[in-house]
Structures are given as C-alpha cells and as structure tokens.
C-alpha cells in the first residue's frame, strides 16, 4: 500500500516510549484503572456505609483522607467513584465512536447528497453548547448513570464522525484504494480494508482525549445533579456535596477534585503522546 501512513513504523520506532511525559501518563491511568477495577477489594470501608459519629471527621486514622458529611469513608467513595468515572466515559465514547466512524464513513466515501445530509446534521449537532447539550438530552431521558452515558456519546457523534470523514476523503482517492478498486474491491471492502485501518491510530489518540472530556462532563452532570443518583459515589456529586462545608472540612470536596484533575490531565497527556507518536508528520523536519 504505497503511499499510505506507516503508522505501523511509528508503533515499532519506540518514539512514544521515548516521552517520559507520555509514560508518566500511562502510569497513572494503569493506576486508575487497577483502582476502578479493584475498588470493591481495595477500599478500606464499605463507601456506602454512615457512621453520624465520624461525620466530617479529618484526614488520619481510620479515614486517610476523612470523611463527609454522612461519616462515609472519603477514600473509597473516590476509589468507587473512579469506576463509574471510567465506566461512563469509555461506554459514551465508544457509543461516539463506533457511531462516529460509520457515518463519518459514509460521508467521506460516498460524498455527493449523502455527505451533505450527514454532515448538515453533524453541524446542528455542534452548534449547541456540549453541557447543554448533554443537559437537554438527560433532562428528557430522565437522570441516572446510563442516561449520561447516552447524552455524552451523542455529544461525542460530530466529532468523531468530522475525523473520519476528513481521512476518508483524503485516503479514497489514494493509489492504493485506486488499485483495490480497479481489482474489483466493493464499496464496503474499500472503507474496511483500506479506509478506516489508516485513520485507526489517529482515532485511537483522540478517543483518548475525548474520554478526558468525558470524565469532566459526567462530574458536571453529577455536580448538577443529571448524573448518577445518590448513593452512588460519584466524583462530580462529591464535590457538589463536599462544597457546603470547604471551611470546616474542606477534604470532602478536595479529595474528589483531585481525583478529577489527576485523571483527566493523565488522559489528556496520554492522548496528546500517542498523537504525536503516530502522526508521520513528526519524523519530517
């Protein structure tokens, strides 16, 4: 496939192990997700759990990082807390992205009407702020963790879905899709074979930020109240119920803020690493 990006090369050239930012990342990432998966072995309490004696009680002791305003564990709340933060955004950007890709797809290849319709729709779709956005679609389907799911993908469906059209539109008429064509390959071989296997890495890279926004829109959802309903320990509603009391305890909303910030710079470098190690473009000088 002559002409084609050699992302492959890129992946073997060992470029991305080279950026310590971008392995200090992936670090913390692996960290969060061995804590959001091993959060019901690892939590020191039961996050649920309230003991009005230990209310507001301070860092230390049987509460390393306190407790809220229930005497729940503040600790393993933001260690369940991490999963639903991770579950909401890998399941929202991946309803974006496998929605994104196919019409994305369609437009880019096709183009003519086709593009135009789709397109259209993807610009109605970004016109509108994204918090409002995703407010008005959970405000209509009702609030709860699925539901944001759901609000968020929608959200994420134009940007993934202008990508793919714009590497779809500069790959098929490339010669190594004019040579696939000219041996017979079908529309649909064509956008699965040699369309979308060279724009795979780029997505990869920007799935990868998307799911950093995706974290920050859930916790706003939840901050608001349109996220996963009490008691689930949400990041986003720890912080919205931690807020009442920043002057006498202020480790309530503290320690899930930073849980949010930690996270969504890990991802953010993380994604901007695995961009700039597969876009051929930085080997050229």
């Given amino acids: 496939m002559a002409g084609a990006p050699d992302v492959a090369a890129a992946a073997r050239s060992g470029r991305w192990t080279r950026d310590p930012v971008a392995v200090a990342s992936l670090a913390v990432v692996a960290l969060v997700v061995v804590v959001a998966v091993g959060a019901p072995y690892l939590a020191p309490h039961d996050p649920y759990l309230q003991s009005l004696p230990d209310r507001r009680a301070a860092p230390g002791g049987r509460f390393p990082l306190g407790a809220d305003e229930f005497g729940r564990d503040v600790l393993s709340r933001v260690m369940y807390g991490a999963g639903l933060a991770l579950r909401t955004a890998l399941v929202s950007t991946g309803i974006g992205l496998a929605s994104g890709t196919l019409l994305g797809l369609l437009a880019g290849f096709f183009g003519g009407w086709l593009d135009d319709v789709i397109m259209r729709a993807m610009d ?17 389907l009702g609030p709860g963790e699925v539901t944001t799911q759901i609000a968020i993908g929608f959200w994420a469906l134009p940007s993934f879905a202008r990508m793919v059209r714009g590497a779809a539109l500069s790959l098929r008429e490339r010669e190594f899709v004019e040579a696939a064509r000219a041996q017979g390959a079908g529309a649909i071989r064509l956008m699965a074979r040699h369309v979308l296997p060279h724009a795979a890495w780029p997505l990869v890279a920007f799935a990868t930020l998307f799911v950093a926004r995706a974290i920050l829109v859930e916790a706003a959802l939840s901050f608001l109240g349109l996220g996963a ?16 009391y920043l002057r006498i305890a202020p480790h309530i909303a503290l320690a899930p803020g930073a849980a949010i910030a930690v996270t969504v710079l890990a991802f ?16 050229q000088v």
Avoid: C, E, T
């Fill in 268 to 283: 953010n470098l993380l994604g901007d690493g695995l961009r700039l190690a597969f876009d051929p473009r930085q080997g």
């Fill in 229 to 244: 309903q009490p008691p689930a320990a949400s990041w986003g509603s720890m912080v919205a119920s931690g807020r009442d």
């Fill in 124 to 140: 109605v779709l970004l016109a509108f702020p994204y918090l409002l956005l995703a407010i008005a679609i959970v405000s209509a």
